[in-house]
């Protein structure tokens, strides 16, 4: 699909959820009806500038998803798989992020990281996330989207990732049934045979002395040496990406404490094989 199309379907998007109509857009950011018409078709494009404008309109104010969409007008890249609505801007943005990096930091206290889901796993924190009334076809397609992302890793050159896993989570998954429990815990354990993951476990705090009290988050790391690396926290209302060094800087400490405090690597499969034998005691 062709850049000026991915951008007026988003801009689209943005002004409906936004409860604007066409002529209220058009009025308040000085343009015709015409133009917008024209740019969310996708026949006319807008310029930077009168975009800018209309992201500002529909409350787009983080400047990582205006430069997300921005790039893209300025022809600056090609586009993603993720671009195409009705993946959400803010989501685009970060799945364009992941989707570039060539190492990825990762920790969540309370769930898996996505690109490490069984379907099962995607299809139950899909649900567990969702608003009260979500359909079926919104579940299912939330499921997709994470499978979706799963493919970076079965690239030719993927990414490093290296993931500290909770080990509590792991014990306690928005999984009913033992077989998928079981599942997804065999799945952790081909994971972490693959030579570009690393997988550790947590240690109880009361050994390690050391309790994370802050929010899932991601650390990303781009092959071009002049880009900064990226922080991702994973909030209720969706990501928030961070560029400020030393809010980057403090988060790599963080994980480094998360680190160095876990179980080593080496013993990874050791201890999912633990946990996989208390999951099945519960069968």
Do not use: C, N
């Not at 013993?267 to 519960?282: C, D, F, N, W």
């Amino acid at each position: 699909m062709k850049a000026e199309t991915l951008v007026g379907g988003h801009l689209a998007l943005l002004r409906t959820r936004r409860g604007l109509r066409m002529e209220e857009a058009a009025t308040a950011v000085g343009l015709t009806l015409a133009q917008v018409s024209g740019a969310e078709h996708g026949r006319h494009p807008l310029g930077e500038q009168e975009v800018g404008r209309l992201l500002t309109l529909y409350g787009v104010h983080d400047w990582h998803e205006a430069q997300h969409l921005q790039s893209l007008v300025r022809g600056e890249r090609s586009p993603g798989w993720f671009d195409e609505p009705p993946i959400p801007l803010w989501m685009a943005a970060a799945l364009d992020a992941e989707d570039r990096a060539s190492l990825i930091y990762s920790y969540g206290p309370h769930y898996l990281p996505s690109l490490l889901h069984t379907r099962a796993y995607a299809e139950a924190a899909v649900r567990a996330f969702q608003r009260p009334g979500a359909t079926p076809e919104q579940l299912r397609g939330g499921a997709d989207l994470i499978m979706k992302r799963q493919e970076l890793l079965r690239r030719d050159e993927p990414p490093t990732l290296w993931v500290v896993l909770d080990r509590k989570t792991l014990l306690d998954p928005p999984l009913a049934g033992v077989e998928a429990r079981l599942a997804q815990i065999d799945h952790l354990i081909e994971a972490a045979k693959q030579p570009r993951i690393t997988l550790q476990i947590t240690r109880p705090s009361a050994v390690t002395q050391y309790l994370y009290q802050g929010a899932p988050f991601t650390l990303t790391r781009f092959p071009e040496a002049q880009r900064a690396d990226l922080l991702t926290l994973h909030m209720m209302h969706g990501p928030r990406m961070v560029s400020d060094r030393q809010q980057v800087e403090d988060y790599h400490v963080a994980f480094a404490r998360l680190y160095i405090s876990a179980h080593p690597a080496d013993v990874t499969i050791e201890v999912l094989a633990e946990i996989r034998e208390q999951l099945s005691g519960q069968a």
